[in-house]
């Protein structure tokens, strides 16, 4: 996981990177997040266009960015101990995208927003938008 911002109350919101976070989140979070993360990243794969010059063993130079670059963000809200207290997908580098579907999420899909919605605001605001209840909470 990678570090994205410091929100109040000691938690961290960091981004996963791979399949195996994406599990073990779904896994600690009680939710689908994985099946999110791996149709996303299949997506992104199937995008990939390598160089048209590029050496047979040099056709996956690029991908690992592309990918990154082209699927969703997924984050998840931690605690001081570890604990895990929201899942986050905004749409790719983070940019607000028109029709882009932001879904935040608590334990069991829980509403995080009632007891984390400060820490939601921080990540708004490093983002740059807003990311109201009811346009990213889908349970509401």
């Not at 989140?25 to 009680?30: D, K, N, S, V, Y």
């Not at 590029?54 to 001081?80: C, S, V, W, Y």
């Not at 007891?115 to 109201?132: N, T, V």
């Given at each position: 996981?990678?570090?994205?911002?410091?929100?109040?109350?000691?938690a961290t919101w960091f981004?996963?990177?791979?399949?195996?976070?994406?599990?073990?989140?779904?896994?600690?979070?009680?939710?689908?997040?994985?099946?999110y993360f791996k149709r996303?990243?299949?997506?992104?794969?199937?995008?990939?266009?390598?160089?048209?010059?590029?050496?047979?063993?040099?056709?996956?130079?690029?991908?690992?960015?592309?990918?990154?670059?082209?699927?969703?963000?997924?984050?998840?809200?931690?605690?001081?101990?570890?604990?895990?207290?929201?899942?986050?997908?905004?749409?790719?580098?983070?940019?607000?995208?028109?029709?882009?579907?932001?879904?935040?999420?608590?334990?069991?899909?829980?509403?995080?927003?009632?007891?984390?919605?400060?820490?939601?605001?921080?990540?708004?605001?490093?983002?740059?938008?807003?990311?109201?209840?009811?346009?990213?909470?889908?349970?509401?």
């Amino acid at each position: 996981m990678r570090y994205v911002c410091e929100a109040p109350g000691g938690a961290t919101w960091f981004r996963i990177e791979t399949e195996h976070e994406a599990e073990a989140e779904a896994a600690l979070m009680r939710h689908a997040v994985d099946k999110y993360f791996k149709r996303f990243a299949e997506a992104a794969r199937e995008s990939f266009t390598p160089p048209a010059n590029a050496a047979r063993f040099e056709q996956a130079i690029g991908l690992k960015d592309h990918i990154a670059n082209t699927m969703p963000l997924f984050l998840t809200l931690r605690a001081d101990d570890g604990a895990g207290l929201a899942t986050a997908m905004l749409p790719p580098q983070g940019r607000n995208q028109a029709g882009f579907r932001i879904i935040i999420v608590g334990p069991d899909n829980s509403d995080p927003y009632l007891a984390h919605a400060k820490a939601i605001e921080a990540l708004g605001q490093h983002i740059g938008y807003g990311l109201p209840r009811n346009e990213c909470y889908p349970y509401a």
